[in-house]
């Protein structure tokens, strides 16, 4: 019989293949033990189990009961952990103490809200922080650059600010919360010579010798410079010899004369390179120092800066009186730099009939009442009148409108009175400045305003007042 050809080849490959030899064993691999598995339970289970297979009189049922009564045990029970008790800080009060000296405070005490919010937030303390702690928060925000602090931390800075006396009572308080969002902080080591020409120094940690006297204010007004005296928590003084000592030869006492932290030294002016002689202002740490610094540059530009705006509502005010709004915005420049604010109370007299009124207003906020002293009869018997004078309320001024131009520049005194029927805010010339003014510009206020109230005589109400009193 013919072997067909899928026989003859697994023949062929049997013996190809008889030659080689077994593959080489294989270990097993370890089982690993479950932790959960208890084994000494398991194998008595299955004694059990054995046991109850050899015994022909005990049931199936009876063997599957005990059985599914055992299997539990083999597994392992966890552990479990009860939460740990927190410590009770501090030490117990004696026993011999009653409930109500516990409950109730002391008589010193019994007013200290503090002590009953403690104990609504279970024995914590709320209290505010220490002075300490604040100069701590506020050197290490200072250490930072001012683009990097948080809002917050802007308002620490402000706040600690207003601390300094010498910054508030020299200071507007808009310049100082400017000024506060880019303070910066120094560090100057034992031995270093600080010049205060460049800005306004506060130290908060170390001490410092001066060199040099200080005797100018902080802030000047329009007519006075710009530079600071000492004169905070640790003022100090200066003797005469201090003046005309040289520098390299004075000494370093480690008493009086110190600067202390939170003393000041320093400038806002900012030195120009025209003065011959710039005034210097040294002074030398005595320990490692930590300086915060406001720079006179950024005082000055902040200065400026308001200047523009300031002049900026100046001329919109004016330029929208009545009488100037026909004026070119060149000539009333002219008038911006003279202008100085000045507020009243409700009810003050501004400016009385009969009197040449010191200055030229322009109202930016409120209004003010005319009054005419008007002469009228009073009867007081059948054949006998007596003459009396009385103010009559003529009219108002209101926010925009501006007077007294004709009574300054033509000396003329004023026909009413002026009050102020709230408060008020007006921009004022002096006279002396609208007199000074070039005779273009004056002969220009001259053309186009009019005296307050000028239209209006006193004749007609004169006649209709006296004839009220004489009938009356």
Known sequence: MPVSSLCSAILSHMKAISSVGPPPPRSVPDLKMPKHIDYDQLNALSHVVRQQDSRSSLSILSAHNEFIRQYPKIFLQRKTRLPKLPKQEGKRKPSGETEESQSQPSEDNSHNIAIYIKEVHGGHSYAPKKFEEKVEEFLAILKKLPIHRTRDEHNIVWEMLQTIPDLTSQLRKDHLKTLSRNVISETWIKGSTVVGNDGFYVILKGLAQPRTPMYKS????????????SQSFHSFTYSEDLEHAAIGEMPMPLGG????????????????QIQSEPKTYLVVTVEDCEMLKISANNYARLKSEQTKFEN??????IHQCPYYKEWPTLSICELVPLVKWKKFPPGQVIVESGNVIPFVAYINSGHCNIYRNITGLLRISPRKVKKIRKLVYMGQLQKQESFGEISVLLQAPFTCTVVAAEDLKMAVIKDKDI???DPVTRQLMLQTANPTFGHLTDVSKCRHYSRCLYSG
């Open 257 to 272: 004369n110190l600067l202390r932290p939170w003393s000041t030294f320093g400038t806002l002016e900012v030195t120009t």
């Open 312 to 317: 900026k509502q100046i001329l919109k005010l």
């Open 435 to 437: 007199l000074a003014l």
């Open 218 to 229: 902080l802030v000047e007004e329009r007519s006075s410079t710009a530079t600071i005296t």
